[in-house]
């Protein structure tokens, strides 16, 4: 039954056609390129994004800095680059720890129902009536700034999103046919919630990671801007933005090249999301 099972979600992402709209497949290629970019930063930089160079303030973009250099020297390019790996780190990490809670709390809820679903229902409904930023502000303003800081704070604030999006589809779910007729064949409530309800709902968790991971990163960017996020000598595309903002008249490449990797990333995770919701979502895919 297992195998049965996974062959049938393995199946379901095979018939994923995200080629066919060519806006899709171009953010997908950015994406993919975005993460390469991450993953290799230390041997795509030019220059050491940590060294000053007090002979070289605030150079406009030329042939050897090819997005110039900041008030302390600093090659651009090479710290939007290692910004890349950081700003990603911190968004991924976010999103692991926001969206691990929040299927659990969401498959808890809607699947024991109950005194457990309201007491959840109402502490996810209490979180969700504050914007992430502002939890997050709070959060940071407890645990500390800081890198693991923002992780936490921003896992905090994406919780219950994610709680709430997989309550309602458990709700659904586990009134289907081969829902019951698992249980009375026997299986356990830990098998059914496993390989028949969360199998069943990783399309739409896929899909809100996508659409949440860019807004995990603009976060940070938010909290690096208001000086609360990470520290100060850790590249991220907010840091730098925070860092030239004083700047922006008389050197403003030091805020347009992290701020224009921000918003086509974040442009394109959001396009990449939408086309992945037409495809795993029946009700909205055209054949």
């Known amino acids: 039954m297992n195998k049965n099972i996974t062959s049938r979600v393995i199946s379901k992402f095979k018939k994923i056609k995200i080629w066919r709209n060519p806006m899709i497949s171009v953010s997908l ?43 302390y020297g600093r090659d651009i390019f090479s710290r939007v680059i290692w910004g890349t790996r950081e700003s990603l780190k911190i968004g991924l990490l976010s999103i692991l720890i926001g969206a691990s809670c929040g299927i659990f709390l969401g498959l808890i809820s809607g699947y024991v129902g109950g005194l457990t679903d309201d007491l959840l229902t109402r502490m996810v409904n209490l979180l969700l009536s504050f914007p992430v930023i502002i939890v997050a502000i709070i959060v940071v303003g407890i645990v500390g700034a800081g890198s693991t800081g923002v992780i936490v704070a ?22 289907n046919t081969y829902v019951e007729a698992a249980r009375a064949l026997g299986a356990g409530n830990m098998r059914i919630i496993i390989f028949h309800i969360l199998i069943n709902i990783s399309g739409p968790i896929i899909v809100l990671v996508t659409i949440y991971l860019p807004l995990a990163i603009l976060a940070e960017s938010s909290l690096s801007f208001l000086g609360i996020g990470v520290s100060p000598d850790t590249p991220t595309w907010g840091r730098i933005i925070a860092d030239g903002r004083a700047y922006i008249q008389s050197a403003p490449w030091i805020c347009l090249f992290p701020g224009l990797a921000l918003i086509i990333t974040s442009i394109s995770f959001n396009v990449l999301g939408d086309g992945l919701r037409d495809e795993l979502d029946p009700k909205l895919r055209v054949r």
């Open 29 to 71: 290629g950015f994406v993919i390129f975005v993460l390469i970019v991450a993953i290799f930063a230390p041997f795509v930089v030019i220059h050491d994004p940590f060294q000053n160079n007090l002979d070289l303030l605030l150079v406009s973009p030329n042939k050897e800095y090819i997005m110039g250099t900041d008030q």
């Open 154 to 175: 921003l896992g905090i604030g994406i919780t219950p999103i994610f709680a709430r999006i997989v309550r309602g589809q458990v709700l659904t779910i586990k009134q």
